[in-house]
């Protein structure tokens, strides 16, 4: 069992860690729960690959971490999860550039947006928190392989309690688009994601583990009118009596723990909420993982259905 909690920053996580040697990749790095990780783990000695669509936004998140962490060891890479054509350039860039990852955090994601396509056609939020991230996680595994951790994170949410993946018509091709039931699906992605990689890649000592941050106030709400974060409010207060916004330290401290927890050594595809490895419960409105989201069939079906779509190739 873990001795932490709800509560904890990153900075109890990762107390007496050491770091030092090790590359640690994040998306979604400019900003948020990226940004605070990317900080809590250079603190530790940790390398950080900062990845983020926009250079400038890198930047500054780059001059705001060594703010507090002078010595930080950063660079940066420009990716666009939402165009396959970017995600191969920038890939081929960090293979030239650095020699491993010892950690991934799949961090980028965006939430509740209006119906649009990423640069290949499909519906947003699931081309972008899952496919997007599939393509990318592909295209960097000869680094990872390389890596001594060989820790994969993917962001995931309790959103995943708002829908399965619907193998049939994933990009809301011929039903009406719900931005929830979108979100949702994607969620639920991420975590069969991190269920494949275990299945495929344990046995070279590659696990990976799918992580719900908590309510954290960042922008991955920028899409939401006042009328939607009124409604979702309201959905999760009438849920959970108990409900509290975690502090962005907060949020990210459970892709700390993943990421480094000496308890989770050699064990993998889980989903890890409040610094535990959480229980499947399909009744719980507040809490554990829903066992669709586990299922092996529907994992290896996800990933079939991601090498169509994108074309990624992981390593056989």
């Not at 990762?14 to 990780?37: C, H, P, R, W, Y």
Request: aromatic letters at 8%; charged letters at 20%; a negative charge.
């Amino acid at each position: 069992m873990s001795k932490f909690g709800w509560g904890s920053t990153t900075d109890d996580v990762l107390e007496g860690k050491d770091l030092s040697g090790m590359t640690v990749f994040i998306t979604g790095a400019n900003s948020g729960l990226g940004q605070e990780t990317a900080r809590a783990m250079a603190a530790k000695g940790a390398h950080v690959v900062m990845a983020g669509r926009d250079q400038t936004k890198l930047d500054e998140a780059v001059a705001a971490i060594r703010g507090t962490v002078p010595d930080a060891a950063l660079d940066t890479l420009t990716v666009d999860l939402g165009s396959l054509e970017n995600i191969r350039a920038a890939t081929s860039r960090a293979r030239q550039r650095f020699e491993k990852i010892d950690i991934l955090i799949n961090n980028a994601g965006v939430m509740a947006t209006p119906f649009v396509h990423t640069a290949d056609g499909f519906e947003r939020q699931f081309g972008t928190n899952h496919l997007g991230h599939f393509a990318l996680t592909a295209e960097l595994m000869p680094l990872i392989e390389r890596g001594s951790a060989k820790r994969i994170v993917n962001l995931s949410s309790r959103g995943h309690f708002m829908g399965t993946v619907d193998f049939d018509d994933p990009n809301f091709a011929r039903r009406p688009y719900d931005p929830w039931a979108s979100y949702g699906q994607s969620k639920t992605a991420n975590v069969l994601f991190s269920v494949g990689l275990e299945e495929r890649y344990a046995v070279l000592g590659i696990h990976a583990y799918a992580v719900h941050p908590g309510g954290i106030e960042t922008n991955l709400g920028r899409y939401m009118t006042q009328e939607m974060r009124e409604a979702l409010l309201a959905r999760v207060t009438t849920s959970d009596s108990g409900f509290a916004w975690k502090t962005i330290p907060q949020g990210a401290a459970t892709s700390c723990w993943a990421a480094t927890a000496d308890e989770l050594e050699g064990r993998g595809g889980v989903y890890c909420e409040d610094c535990h490895v959480a229980p499947v419960d399909d009744e719980s409105t507040v809490a554990g993982v829903r066992s669709y989201a586990l299922n092996r069939s529907s994992a290896d079906r996800l990933w079939k259905l991601s090498e169509e779509l994108t074309g990624a190739k992981f390593p056989s």
